[in-house]
C-alpha cells in the first residue's frame, strides 16, 4: 500500500490521530483501486501513478492584486486541458475543467 500512494512512517503522539490516518490511507488505496478499475473496464491497463503523471500538467493559476479599496482580491483560474486530460476527465466521468467559470459584478 506504500507505494501508490507514498506513504511515510507515522508519527503521532495519540492512538486516535494514528487510527485517523491509517483509516485515510486505507480510504485513499481504495479510490486509486476504484479508478484503475474504471480505466481496465474500458480496456485501459494503466497504473495510478501514470494517471497522476499525466494530470499534473493542468494546473491551476492564482492571481493576487490589490483593488481600489485596498482589499486584497485572488482570482483562481485552472488552465486548458490538453486532449490527454480530457480523455481521463471522460472515462472517470467528471468535468474538464477544474474549477466553474464564475462571473462576479464588483460596483
Do not use: N
Not at 493576487?64 to 482570482?75: E, N, T, V
Amino acid at each position: 500500500m506504500k507505494s501508490p500512494l507514498g506513504e511515510r512512517p507515522v508519527f503521532h503522539q495519540k492512538q486516535t490521530r494514528v487510527q485517523t490516518h491509517i483509516f485515510l490511507c486505507v480510504l485513499a488505496y481504495h479510490l486509486l483501486v476504484c479508478i484503475e478499475k474504471m480505466f481496465i473496464d474500458k480496456g485501459i491497463h494503466t497504473s495510478w501513478a501514470t494517471i497522476r503523471d499525466t494530470l499534473s500538467t493542468h494546473q491551476v493559476v492564482t492571481i493576487s492584486f490589490m483593488g481600489r479599496d485596498g482589499k486584497i482580491r485572488s482570482i483562481r483560474k485552472d488552465t486548458k486541458p490538453e486532449e490527454k486530460h480530457k480523455e481521463i476527465y471522460d472515462i472517470l466521468g467528471i468535468p474538464h475543467r477544474i474549477i466553474e467559470e464564475r462571473r462576479k459584478r464588483y460596483s
